[in-house]
């Protein structure tokens, strides 16, 4: 058996594309940390970095037969690190740009209390509130709350687990209780946020 923490990085590119799980996990172990910090430097979210550098290393492994680095394997993960970090900031914008359409077509406010309040001061309170989620745990609840996709419908279309969209979700209910707790219009929001659906 090799001892793969000593192998040159040329040389765990052969053996994993040979296959070689242990020398996976030597790669894994010597850039997890220096991509995650990467990751977090352009995506200002420790979830977020995490979500993207585990991918790249998923993606490393299904397609270990068709490395071929130019350069150096750091470089190599480096570059496919820019190409997420890229992917997710497109995720990103995309939700930002649909956000106001979404609420604005959402019927949630049909079955809002009496003392519904009005939909300006509603839309400002629920995206103010949106922006201070994490990006993966705000995605899920936007998904979830205002496009009213199933708990499936959201873990497959983010490449996620339906226990982790109910992570997400009840990180998301939490949240939103505490930061509406207090406030005059807290049973309003409660009741449209909340129980509505």
Not at 66 to 87: G, H, R
Not at 103 to 131: D, G, H, R, W
């Amino acid at each position: 058996m090799k001892n793969h923490d000593k192998l040159s990085d040329n040389d765990l590119i052969v053996q994993l594309r040979m296959g070689c799980k242990n020398a996976f996990a030597e790669i894994y172990d010597r850039y997890w940390e220096i991509l995650l910090n990467a990751a977090y430097q352009r995506l200002h979210s420790r979830e977020d970095a995490e979500e993207v550098v585990q991918e790249l290393f998923v993606n490393l492994y299904f397609r270990r037969c068709e490395i071929d680095p130019k350069s150096t394997l750091e470089a190599y993960l480096k570059t496919a690190l820019k190409f997420k970090v890229i992917d997710a900031y497109r995720v990103q914008q995309l939700h930002y740009r649909h956000i106001d359409g979404i609420i604005a077509e959402t019927n949630l406010l049909s079955t809002a209390p009496a003392n519904q309040l009005e939909i300006k001061e509603f839309k400002q309170i629920v995206l103010t509130a949106c922006k201070k989620l994490p990006e993966k745990c705000r995605e899920v609840f936007i998904m979830f709350r205002f496009e009213e996709l199933s708990h499936r419908e959201i873990a497959d279309r983010e490449a996620i687990s339906v226990s982790t969209v109910k992570k997400h979700l009840h990180k998301a209910m939490l949240f939103l209780r505490e930061e509406f707790k207090g406030s005059k219009t807290f049973l309003t929001i409660a009741c449209l946020i909340f129980f509505s659906k």
